[in-house]
C-alpha cells in the first residue's frame, strides 16, 4: 500500500484517481501509523510552500515523513510536495524544509529575464535529461512533455538533477532523486499515458502489482 500524504495542501481527486485507474493500491492519510506500515510515499502538494510547512508541522508529520524516507522506502514528492523535500524555500519569507534533499526554493521570476513571460510557468514542457537515469523514467524517451504549474523552483541541486526543462531560458529542475526519494516539479499525473507510466514505476519500486496496460 502505498501512503498519499493527506495535509490540507493537495489536490489529491487526479492522483487518486490516476492511482486507482492504474489499480494500484494507495491511501490517503496523516496518521504515522499508516505511514511507517506503508510501502512507499507519496506527499502531493500546491498552493504556498510557508503554509505547507506549517501544516506538516501541525499534523505531525514532520518525522513520521523523515523516518519513512530514512527506512529506503520510495517517497515521491509532487510539485509542492518536491519542493518540501529541500532544505529551505524563500517564497515569501524563509521556511524549513524536510533536508532530504540538498537546495532550496526560490521565485521563477527573479531568474527569468523578459518582463512579459508568463510566471507561473504553467503547461507542457519537454524532458531535457542530464545523463544519470532514474528508475522513475523507465521507458520514457528523452523529450516527452509533462504538465507543469508552479512559480517557484529548486536551485543548487545539480547532485540529485536526473531532468529538466527549459523555460524562458531558465533550466528549471523537473526531476530530482537522493537514493529512494524521488520529487518532480511537473504533475505526473496530469501528464497523459506517459505520466502514467511513472506512476507505475514508482508503484513497482514499492513492490506493488501493476498492469502491463493502462
Not at 481527486?13 to 492519510?29: E, N, P, R, W, Y
Request: net charge negative; hydrophobic share 35%.
Amino acid at each position: 500500500m502505498i501512503a498519499v500524504i493527506d495535509y490540507d495542501c493537495g489536490n489529491l481527486f487526479s492522483l487518486k484517481a490516476s492511482l486507482k485507474a492504474l489499480g494500484i493500491d494507495s491511501q490517503l492519510t496523516r496518521d504515522p501509523q499508516v505511514i511507517s506500515q506503508s510501502d512507499g510515499v507519496i506527499l502531493p502538494g500546491v498552493g504556498a510552500f510557508g503554509d505547507a510547512a506549517d501544516k506538516l508541522t501541525e499534523y505531525g508529520l514532520r518525522q513520521p515523513l523523515l523516518e519513512a524516507a530514512g527506512s529506503g522506502k520510495p517517497f515521491l514528492g509532487i510539485c509542492l510536495g518536491m519542493q518540501l523535500l529541500f532544505e529551505k524555500s524563500y517564497e515569501y519569507g524563509e521556511h524549513r524544509g524536510l533536508g532530504l534533499i540538498k537546495g532550496y526554493v526560490d521565485s521563477l521570476r527573479k531568474d527569468i529575464e523578459n518582463p512579459k513571460a508568463l510566471v507561473p510557468h504553467m503547461g507542457w514542457n519537454s524532458l531535457i535529461y542530464t545523463g544519470s537515469p532514474s528508475p522513475l523514467l523507465d521507458g520514457i524517451e528523452e523529450g516527452t512533455f509533462v504538465y507543469f504549474v508552479h512559480s517557484f523552483y529548486a536551485k543548487d541541486c545539480q547532485k540529485s538533477l536526473k531532468a529538466y526543462a527549459s523555460y524562458e531560458g531558465v533550466q528549471v529542475p523537473a526531476l530530482v532523486q537522493e537514493k529512494n526519494v524521488f520529487g518532480t516539479q511537473y504533475h505526473p499525473e496530469k501528464s497523459g499515458q506517459k505520466g502514467l507510466v511513472m506512476l507505475k514505476n514508482f508503484a513497482r519500486l514499492c513492490g506493488e502489482t501493476v498492469g502491463e496496460t493502462l
